[in-house]
């Protein structure tokens, strides 16, 4: 099912740069040398796009910076849904964004919607074999994996490892920090971050981690939600009662609810506290990601609620 976020006008390759060869706009006219012919010769990625579709525009650009990454490995052919309804159709293609890779003339493997970047590259490392992963990569990966089964002490150690081989690893730096904060040692983890080099400020990992340190720092600050609570059935319009429930039930893990009180906030009355509630959702998008279903779903509510 298509994602809906309403028109947007903004071209699909708006930013980016000319990447010659690799990247290429094409129709059903050109289909045929573009992609069947080509991929005699090399694998060729096709991205079903929309130019309205939020997910489009978060997978277009990685996309994009995995094909460069393959240096030739693997092109890209990029295909208007809207404007090329009959393709789509032939293809069975219903929903965008959907990647599908021709190799000999024939389709061999295809996903559909946004996945981690991390995810994307095994996908297209499985036909550029010199993408496999590094390393550095693969001991990252083991980490994530402990981080994600609560065993932060164990994951910190290989995010620590990396560092020691990579000091200016974005992933790797991110990655201790999340780990420092779940064990509660936040002037270490504000150590690590603050030790990010320049170049990687803007990092979608170290943007979360600095939100995840932020988010503690508030946390530490709040007590027990039960008087939070009590005010809010009070007063549904005791905002920061009901802002502060948010980051605990955050803390908790009840990130759906956290949100429904932020976006209650924000149609009661998006001025108060200079757009706190909606800024402190943004935090919640960067401690998440960009991509997953949680900000996705949370980022339509909001946009309908400010643009209703």
């Known amino acids: 099912m298509q994602d809906v976020n309403g028109p947007d006008t903004t071209p699909m390759n708006a930013g980016t740069t000319d990447t010659g060869a690799l990247i290429k706009d094409t129709d059903m006219t050109n289909f045929m040398a573009d992609v069947i012919e080509k991929s005699m010769t090399v694998p060729v990625l096709v991205s079903f796009y929309s130019a309205w579709s939020e997910n489009c525009k978060l997978l277009t650009p990685i996309l994009e910076k995995l094909v460069k990454q393959a240096a ?22 219903q929903a965008v964004p959907t990647v599908v890779v021709f190799s000999d003339q024939r ?27 590094s390393p550095a990569e693969e001991m990252i990966e083991q980490a994530d994996a402990l981080f994600a089964e609560e065993n932060y002490q164990d994951a910190g150690g290989l995010y620590s490892q990396v560092m020691q081989e990579e000091a200016d690893n974005p992933l790797a730096i991110a990655g201790l ?66 802002f502060d429930l948010a980051l605990i039930l955050w803390a908790k893990g009840e990130q759906d609810a956290a949100a429904e009180h932020l976006l209650e906030i924000v149609s009661r009355d998006r001025a108060w506290d200079k757009d706190g509630a909606r800024k402190q959702l943004v935090k919640f998008f960067e401690i998440v990601g960009p991509m997953e279903p949680f900000t996705v779903k949370i980022r339509k509510k909001l946009s309908s609620i400010l643009f209703s």
């Open 72 to 93: 030739g490995g693997i092109q890209m052919v990029r295909i208007d849904f809207e404007k090329n309804q009959q393709l789509a159709g032939q293809m069975k293609i």
């Open 177 to 242: 920090g999340q780990c420092l904060i779940k064990m509660d040692d936040l002037e270490n983890a504000g150590a690590v971050v603050n030790g990010t080099p320049k170049q990687h400020d803007n990092h979608p990992a170290i943007l979360a981690v600095r939100a995840a340190l932020e988010m503690a720092n508030q946390l530490s600050k709040l007590g027990d939600s039960a008087p939070l609570e009590k005010a809010i059935k009070d007063d549904e319009n005791n905002h920061q009662a009901r």
């Open 107 to 133: 389709p061999v493997d295809a996903f559909s919607g946004v996945k981690p970047e991390a995810e994307i590259k095994k996908f297209i490392a499985r036909f550029v074999p010199e993408m496999q992963a």
